[in-house]
């Protein structure tokens, strides 16, 4: 599978897609991706995010609840999550926990009760994901210490920072912890100067590539910046291109190498290779 292009992070499920999906999925071919990870977002959606991953060639799944729904979300999710991973541990589409995490950028999230309750979340999944020896996919948007201090207290469990912007202290920290860095859409952009200097100066194969469509379009997708074109699974060969470009070798290198660091931090898409 490290031949081809496998896109870590694409909310596939996600209502947007819903009337072309078919044809969304033939433009994600043509470009050459072959394997896509879908994570969850809240515990109403699991059931949707797995026939979704069930739906496609190459499509896998994370089960997870979003810091960004845990203002809605509820103790007893949390048990509908460990009985879902029990219930889908044997289904090799099943690749990890997620997306799990802390966001402090948005104003509404940062309420000293909704930061204990994200941080509450946070760590009960970290929990599963131990139990059932599962990666987890990281949302950490202004967040990188926090999470990080989380982490450390689970040795065993490993995962991708997606859609990473931190520092690069920060970085080498969740690469010591033997994580993997996402890279996306806004590494495309050439105001993005920290993200674009982390691309091509750490090791290539502490990255993974991702799109998170439909959100972070890249930046040809910006007619205007107040009306962005949807972002689609598609677009990750042409990131693949520009991290490539940034970094001054071949993209099929680059594919090589992000694909394996893939399977490395996501064992069960190696099965599936």
């Known amino acids: 599978m490290d031949d081809f292009l496998i896109d870590t992070h694409c909310h596939l499920d996600d209502p947007l897609f819903t009337a072309d999906f078919d044809e969304v999925m033939q433009r994600s071919g043509q470009a050459g991706v072959k394997a896509i990870v ?24 994370a089960l997870g609840i979003h810091p960004m729904y845990v203002p809605m979300a509820k103790p007893e999710d949390l048990h509908t999550l460990e009985r879902y991973l029990e219930l889908t541990l044997d289904d090799p589409r099943l690749v990890a926990v997620g997306e799990i995490g802390l966001d402090f950028f948005v104003p509404a999230l940062r309420t000293p009760e909704l930061e204990e309750k994200q941080i509450f ?20 948007r202004r967040s990188q210490d926090l999470i990080l201090k989380y982490a450390r207290r689970y040795d065993a469990v490993r995962g991708i920072a997606h859609a990473f912007n931190g520092s690069f202290q920060q970085a080498e920290r969740f690469l010591s912890f033997g994580y993997k860095l996402g890279m996306g859409g806004a590494m495309t952009f050439t105001r ?23 959100d972070i379009p890249p930046a040809w997708l910006h007619g205007s910046c107040e009306n962005p074109a949807r972002n689609e699974p598609c677009h990750l060969a042409r990131i693949a291109d520009t991290m490539a470009a940034l970094r001054e070798i ?13 399977m490395e931090v996501l064992p069960r898409l190696a099965l599936g290779a």
Request: overall charge neutral.
């Open 38 to 61: 879908i994570p969850a977002v809240e515990a109403a959606s699991f059931e949707r995010t797995m026939a979704c991953a069930r739906r496609i060639e190459g499509g896998y799944f």
């Open 192 to 214: 993005a100067k920290q993200i674009r200097r982390l691309a091509t100066q750490l090791p290539l194969d502490a990255f993974v590539l991702e799109t998170d469509a439909p």
């Open 250 to 262: 071949p993209v099929a290198e680059l594919i090589s190498t992000t694909g394996r660091a893939a």
């Open 121 to 140: 979340f946070y760590n009960e999944q970290l929990k599963l994901a131990q139990k059932f020896e599962l990666p987890v996919l990281l949302h950490v």
